[in-house]
Each structure stands twice: as C-alpha cells, then as structure tokens.
C-alpha cells in the first residue's frame, strides 16, 4: 500500500481529490491535510510517497512546506497545484528544487497518471547488489539527474547527481565533499534512486574520478585499521584472564616426591652361575 498525501486549504477541492485519487489509483491510500502545518504532523507520523501541494495557503503556504520538505524529507517527491501560475513563480519553484506545476482545475485522470508514474520509478529504483562507484560512473555517462539515497549497517545519506555530476551530498551532520568521502567509503550500500535533484549549485569541485579513488583509500584504511584492532585482541586475550604472581604459585600443581639416586654407579649382581676369582683358582 502507498500513501499520497493533498495538501490543500479548500475543504471541498481537497475532499474532491482525495476521492477522485481513490477511484484511478489502485492500492493508495490518500490522506488530507488543510494547511502546510497540518501536513508536517502527517509526515512526521506517517511514511509519505507522494506529496501533492498547493501553493496558496495561509499559515504555511505551499512555498514553506516545500523547503521544509526538502530539508526534512529529500527524498518525498512532490507535486505542485496552483491557480495562478506565474514567470516569479515556476522561478521560486526551480529555486527549491521543483519543476512540476500543476494548474488548476486540475484534471483528476492527468494527476492519478503522474502520481502513478512516480511511483513506479520508485518502485523500480532500487539497487541491490550493485557498487556505488559503478553506478555513478553510468549515471556520468547518462547525465542524469537524480538524488540517490545509500543505506549501508544502518546508516544512511544522499548523493545529489545534476546532468551526471556529483554537486552535492549529505551524511549525518557533514555536507559536501567530506559526506560524499564517508558515503564512497561504505564500500556495498544499497542504492535507492529518486528522480530529481533540489541543489542547483556545486558544493564539491572535484572530479567524480578523484573522489571514488580518495574514497576507496578511506576504505582500505579503515579496513587496516579493524584488522589492526582485531589483532591486537586476540593477542591480548579474553578480559579477566590475567594472572598475577600469586595466583600463578597457587594455580601450580604440586608434584609428589621422587627418591633421590645415589650418585655411586651401582655394579650389577653376579650371575647365579658365574664363580668368584677364589673359587676359579
């Protein structure tokens, strides 16, 4: 089941689409949000594949909740709804990182298509069994835009890719080259690819061939270094293992007392038959 999620300030165009959606789109459930607010309450409780907004909104307009999204959840595409396009307005969107606007009245058969279309290549984008470093050298070669989002041991971050370049990237609290350094260096990640990419400006200069190879050396050297670290256990022992003086006289087991051989060589007992030198004269 995937979840789409309106978000619309009229009662009665949001209830109309949440029921429309239902009809064309099969295994969806839609939820409703009033504002831009409301709609964050949703995201933080619930896992959202499909935001779809309008932009005139009070309180939060569709503008905020963008950003917002994209600060909080990068890889929740997201569609736009508005009744008054304009040139400053397709602009702002670009600026954040959406190029989808969606006038309205909108025609519910062309929006359940969109939807479903993102959903598929969601669906469809993800990687297993696939090196990091291979992937992005085809997606050079392709020029593509997208975000990918690698998961390795628990961890996660992103690799923003425009026209096949890699301009930006974030891991935990890092950004830029030194997250997209961390993330090269996981070695096997899974890959789950997202269409779009929110910067449009380069945070890392260098090339894609200069950072795979610094991050296969991190690699390696992390891998040394746990190696090392193993080593150096297994020679130091178990925990509570050692010994002092005492305890090792006391653990020492005692041997029982061997009779002491006389140092004198000891000349073997005549022959019951032989004679002695008296007697053989």
Known sequence: MKNVLIVDDEEAALVALAEGLGLYLE???????????????????????????????????GFELLSTLNRLYPTIPALVMTAFSTNSTESQL??????????????????????????ERKAAGHLEGVT???????????????????????????????????????????????AAY?????????IEIHSGCKYRERSISQNL???????????DEQGAQKKT????????????????????????????????ESPTRKMPAPHPLSKSPTEAE
């Open 132 to 178: 990091v470093a291979s992937f992005l050298q085809i997606v050079e070669m392709e020029q593509k835009t997208c975000t990918l989002e690698l998961s390795s041991e628990g961890r996660t971050g992103l690799l923003y890719l425009l026209e096949g370049q890699l301009i930006n990237a974030t891991c935990g609290d890092k950004t830029g080259v030194e």
């Open 209 to 219: 061939q200069y950072l795979l190879m610094e991050g296969a050396r991190r690699r």
């Open 94 to 119: 670009k600026e954040i990182g959406y190029s989808v606007l969606l006038e309205k009245p909108l025609k519910l058969s062309e929006l359940a298509a969109r939807i479903s279309r993102i959903l």
């Open 182 to 190: 961390d993330l090269l260096s996981w070695g096997e990640s899974e």
């Open 229 to 260: 670290e193993a080593l150096d256990e297994t020679a130091a022992g178990p925990p509570g293992e050692f010994l002092t003086a005492s305890d090792a006289e006391q653990e020492t087991p005692e041997l029982p007392d061997a009779p002491l």
């Open 27 to 61: 295994n969806v459930k839609v939820f409703k949000a009033s504002s831009g607010v409301k709609a964050l309450e949703i995201l933080r409780s619930t896992h959202i594949d499909v935001v779809v907004t309008d932009l005139n909104m009070p309180i939060m307009d």
